[in-house]
């Protein structure tokens, strides 16, 4: 079936570092995809999404590129900031119910 | 913007008693949704709805029910619960599959 892999479950970073964090997918076609992120005690919020190779998506100087060859919609992030400490969930809709990967943490050092 | 609201926020309950989860969405969204998470399993979709009077299985469907009596509102009922069911469920509501959706604070449940 349908799976989203993030490669990372934890990440440590100081103030403006460059930030990866890994998503491959799983899926016939052209799924929709999408990044999350969720600070501690909330629940998810929707960064941006993607459905076309090639597509670029981006929100609050997050980025990602569709890549139909490799799979692959890797969040990236310039220079973060310790706000940005939280949980990343990369997600796919395909032709069944939305799939969530396992989350990345990333902590943040000022 | 998208409000989605959940209540209990936190509840215990006991082995084998009826436990029920309710969420009320203010932005007229067709589709709804719950999901659990869990540390190493990230969210994981129990059930969802088309809409009012709909239904439907997700992929870990075992051990819940769920009711959508209006547009507005989604329950999610455990009928005998169990410690396995301890987590955190989220509410989401959205209005198509292939856009986003907002997601409510969540719920904690622990079952003793």
């Known amino acids: 079936g349908d799976s989203v892999t993030q490669t990372e479950g934890q990440v440590a970073l100081s103030e403006e570092d460059f930030l990866t964090i890994h998503c491959n997918y799983s899926?016939?076609?052209?799924?929709?995809l999408f990044w999350y992120v969720q600070y501690p005690g909330e629940g998810p919020q929707f960064l941006f999404r993607a459905s076309r190779d090639k597509e670029k998506g981006s929100s609050r100087g997050f980025e990602a590129t569709y890549d139909k060859g490799t799979t692959s919609f890797h969040l990236r992030k310039a220079s973060v900031q310790e706000s940005d400490s939280a949980v990343y969930y990369c997600?796919?809709?395909?032709?069944?119910?939305?799939?969530f990967g396992a989350g990345t943490k990333l902590s943040v050092k000022p | 913007e998208a409000a989605v609201t959940q209540s209990p926020r936190n509840k215990v309950a006991v082995t084998g008693g009826k436990v029920t989860l309710s969420c009320n969405q203010t932005n007229n969204h067709n589709n709804m949704y719950w999901y659990r998470q869990d540390t190493g399993h990230g969210l994981r979709l129990i059930h969802y709805?088309?809409?009012?009077?709909?239904?439907e299985k997700g992929d870990i469907p075992d051990g819940y029910k769920a009711s959508r009596p209006s547009q507005e509102n989604f329950s999610l009922i455990l009928e005998l619960a169990t410690p396995s069911q301890t987590s955190v469920y989220f509410c989401?509501?959205?209005?198509?599959?292939?856009?986003?959706?907002?997601f409510g604070p969540g719920t904690r449940l622990t079952v003793l």
């Open positions: 899926a016939s076609g052209y799924p929709a």
């Open positions: 997600a796919l809709r395909d032709n069944n119910a939305p799939r």
């Open positions: 709805s088309y809409g009012a009077g709909s239904t």
């Open positions: 989401a509501s959205g209005w198509d599959w292939d856009y986003e959706q907002y």
